[in-house]
């Protein structure tokens, strides 16, 4: 049975967006089914309710390498309650992502979702950190109930 992912992001300059596809096109060629790939503030409520995995992705903002945090939290705070859903975070930084996807994942599991973990990317090794994060999900997915996400 594959995998169908709903992806949820918060785009400023399109990097964020820009991983989103990659990692949407990754998951696709594993097999997976993409339920939606649509900004967290205008979420496809089907999508998520059809998917078993939620991926959401921000951008995380901050003073170089001080006081860094994912830009989309209110937005993600904000999400349709995902009791019984797996998923996983991402953010994408320049410097330095502090800790962006804890206080991500601290927020997913208050709207009820089950944080299998996540990955920060840099957005000067975007396609590396997609493919990465693309290879740990098919391993962590619902349908194989394996280890969580860890970062690299």
């Known amino acids: 049975m594959a995998t169908k992912a709903a992806i949820l992001i918060e785009s400023l300059t399109g990097n964020t967006w820009k991983a989103g596809e990659k990692v949407a096109g990754l998951l696709s060629q ?12 205008e979420p496809d409520h089907a999508a998520i ?31 349709p309650a995902m009791r019984d859903k797996k998923a996983a975070v991402f953010c994408t ?5 502090g800790n962006s996807l804890q206080k991500m994942t601290r927020a ?13 990317l840099s957005r000067s090794k975007l ?9 740990r999900l098919v391993v962590a997915s619902p349908a194989t109930s394996a280890p969580t996400v860890a970062a690299p």
Do not use: K, Y
């Open 30 to 41: 594993e097999g997976w089914s993409i339920t939606g790939l649509n900004r967290m503030r």
């Open 49 to 79: 309710q059809d998917a078993d995995m939620v991926l959401l992705g921000t951008w995380v903002h901050g003073m170089f390498v001080v006081g860094q945090a994912p830009w989309g939290l209110a937005t993600l705070r904000s999400l």
């Open 93 to 97: 930084f320049a410097l330095n992502p």
């Open 108 to 120: 997913a599991w208050t709207l009820g979702a089950d944080v299998i973990g996540g990955l920060a």
């Open 127 to 135: 396609d590396e950190h997609c493919e990465i994060f693309a290879e």
